[in-house]
């Protein structure tokens, strides 16, 4: 069976760390400590494109921050378990430019790349809007409310301009809010606090986010922390320091679960308003043979993903369980059980639980 592909579209203005963040989502999942805890790899399906990115982080070692980029970056990494052939899990990674958020196409070719980076959207299970943990640290709730402002204009002003060439915009109905350079925060800020935060303070301009996406349910429930290496302002950038780069695939993974539970949820709109989200998991299990049938193609995969975890496992948060039932997979050469099981594992353990916080 080919890999399980989930399509992640990454968001952020220019500065707020993407770049630095492919680099060290990179590196930090090939160590060979990585597999030993986690019982699974990451490689990238495009050999010349995973030493580009380890080289970008070599050079952060060395404390050299790439150069600016404003082009549309497209990469596939594939996620195989400790020991075993082939892979679980495929995840396209879209890095979209800040610079598409805020001015028109320079030119024809710009606008073509434009245009074929709005169709991955439409792909895409999960967004992920980067908050520059930077700019919050300097400049408080003010930055938040305008960048929830700003994504919001600038999200309505692409559906007007795409809709007017006949191909409307479709954007992720799943989102995370990841609070970027997390290692400028105190050692106990966790996810949970940033979501306090942000649910206090930035309540209006969320709303507004959420109906412009079309996403009411979905944007403002997940909340992560990202450190892709702690760089103080006068010593040298400690590569070990990273936070919540290896969350963020887990946290992808499960968040399409969600979706597809949520979409099925809503072409059944008289049961949904009270029903929990276990509840229609349980569904979505009993009907898996037919779900396909009517969730959008891109939660198609959610029928396969749910053949291989329980809910059990889902909704387990016993770490020693599911590193048990992992385990039990690698040595049955389950590669996908071995490789989903250890993603739910990785988003409950201590670095999970500070990381990422979701609300409902
Ligand atoms: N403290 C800290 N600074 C970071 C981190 N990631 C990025 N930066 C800083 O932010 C700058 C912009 O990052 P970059 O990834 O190029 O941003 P992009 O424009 O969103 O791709 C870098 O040059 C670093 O100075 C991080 O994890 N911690
Ligand atoms: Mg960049």
């Given at each position: ?145 305008w960048l929830?402002e700003h994504f919001a204009d600038e ?206």
């Amino acid at each position: 069976m080919p890999p399980l592909d989930l399509h992640v579209a990454v968001f952020g203005a220019s500065g707020a760390g993407k770049t630095v963040l492919l680099a060290a989502f990179y590196r930090a999942q090939t160590q060979p400590s990585f597999q030993e805890e986690y019982a699974y790899k990451i490689q990238a399906v495009n050999k010349a494109q995973g030493n580009q990115l380890l080289g970008r982080f070599y050079r952060l070692e060395e404390g050299k921050f790439p150069e600016g980029s404003t082009r549309f970056d497209e990469i596939e990494f594939d996620f195989f378990p400790r020991d075993l052939p082939e892979a679980a899990v495929r995840v396209h990674w879209y890095d979209y430019p800040g610079r598409w958020w805020e001015d028109d196409p320079v030119d024809a070719e710009e606008r073509e790349a434009m245009r074929q980076g709005l169709l991955k959207l439409g792909m895409s299970q999960v967004g992920i809007l980067l908050a520059d943990g930077a700019k919050y640290r300097s400049e408080g709730t003010g930055y938040i409310r305008w960048l929830f402002e700003h994504f919001a204009d600038e999200c309505d002003r692409l559906r007007r301009t795409s809709a007017a060439t006949g191909e409307e915009v479709s954007f992720p109905r799943e989102w995370i809010l990841a609070l970027s350079k997390a290692d400028l925060f105190p050692p106990d800020y966790g996810a949970r606090d940033f979501e306090r935060e942000v649910c206090r303070d930035a309540d209006d301009q969320l709303a507004k986010l959420c109906s412009v996406l079309r996403a009411e349910h979905a944007f403002g429930h997940r909340f992560m922390l990202l450190s892709s290496v702690a760089a103080p302002a006068d010593s040298q950038v400690d590569p070990r320091t990273s936070l919540g780069v290896r969350t963020l695939a887990p946290a992808i993974l499960v968040s399409t679960v969600e979706g597809a539970v949520r979409e099925a949820q809503a072409t059944r709109k008289e049961k949904s308003a009270k029903e929990t989200f276990f509840q229609g998991l349980r569904d979505l299990v009993q009907f898996v043979d037919s779900v396909d049938d009517f969730l959008p193609k891109r939660y198609q995969i959610v029928s396969k993903i749910l053949r291989f975890v329980s809910i059990k496992d889902f909704a387990s948060t016993r770490v020693d369980r599911l590193k048990k039932v992992r385990e039990d997979a690698l040595r049955r050469g389950d590669t996908f059980k071995a490789v989903l099981t250890g993603m739910v594992a990785a988003l409950r353990d201590e670095e999970g639980l500070r990381a990422y916080h979701q609300n409902q």
